[in-house]
Nanobody, 128 residues
């Protein structure tokens, strides 16, 4: 059974950078489109970025565009989220998820309502 785990969260000052990692427990992870999402206290889960199985296709939310970069290294079963110029409003728990099944692109990640795989999340706190 595929499991996902996120790493790399922490406390950073506004304007700083962080790299988050989402590691899949099996190579099956490499067949799937994967997304990063975030959830702040009292708010709904919000889409951040998605990547297709090969890494050649990506899609970003308006808030992430130009500041965040999603990438993957299938040799390491890992999807990354590089976050630059962080703002206090980026503070949230960041989760990676994969719809699984036949979703290998990024479009199905953006549109999916049901995800077979979620990580436990990693806290990102940006101080002003």
């Amino acid at each position: 059974q595929l499991q996902l785990a996120e790493f790399g969260g922490g406390l950073v000052q506004a304007g700083g950078s962080l790299r988050l990692s989402c590691v899949g427990s099996t190579h099956t992870f490499n067949n799937y489109g994967v997304g990063w999402f975030r959830q702040a206290p009292g708010e709904e889960r919000e889409f951040v970025a998605a990547i297709n199985w090969g890494g050649g296709g990506t899609f970003y939310s308006d808030s992430a565009k130009g500041r965040f970069t999603i990438s993957r290294d299938n040799a390491k079963n890992t999807v990354y989220l590089d976050m630059n110029n962080l703002k206090p409003e980026d503070t949230a728990v960041y989760l990676c998820g994969a719809p699984g099944r036949d979703c290998s692109g990024y479009g199905c990640v953006v549109q999916a309502r049901d995800f077979d795989y979620w990580g436990q999340g990693t806290q990102v706190t940006v101080s002003s």
